[in-house]
């Protein structure tokens, strides 16, 4: 089984940056593709971003297309999201998962981390 724990969130302005980062443990090998989702008070829960696991492939929501860059090293089994040009609007519970491929992750994944908080202050 895979487990994930998220890290990095924070207090931030808008226009700000942030990185967080996705730690896999456990069978890793199983669980090929890490993506990123989030989650505002009183919204649904949304796709962000996600990479499969040689990071030769990348997916992202039009709201943070060319702000936001996911990427990862398995040497460490790590998956990071760096997030520039940060706005109000991306407040939320940030939560990675896991999944065999990018398109089983982006839709229904298999594993979920615990999530970390990232409010942005305008």
């Known amino acids: 089984q895979v487990q994930l724990v998220e890290s990095g969130g924070g207090l931030v302005q808008t226009g700000g940056s942030l990185r967080l980062s996705c730690a896999a443990s456990?069978?890793?090998?199983?669980?090929?593709?890490i993506g990123w989702f989030r989650q505002a008070p009183g919204k649904e829960r949304e796709f962000v971003s996600a990479?499969?696991?040689?990071?030769?492939?990348?997916y992202y929501a039009d709201s943070v297309k060319g702000r936001f860059t996911i990427s990862r090293t398995n040497a460490e089994n790590t998956v990071y999201l760096q997030m520039n040009s940060l706005k109000p609007e991306d407040t939320a519970a940030y939560y990675c998962?896991?999944?065999?491929?990018?398109?089983?992750?982006?839709?229904?994944?298999?594993?979920w981390g615990q999530g970390t908080q990232v409010t942005v202050s305008s």
């Open positions: 998962a896991a999944g065999e491929s990018i398109v089983v992750v982006s839709s229904r994944p298999r594993v």
């Open positions: 990479i499969s696991w040689s990071g030769g492939g990348t």
């Open positions: 456990g069978r890793t090998r199983s669980m090929y593709a």
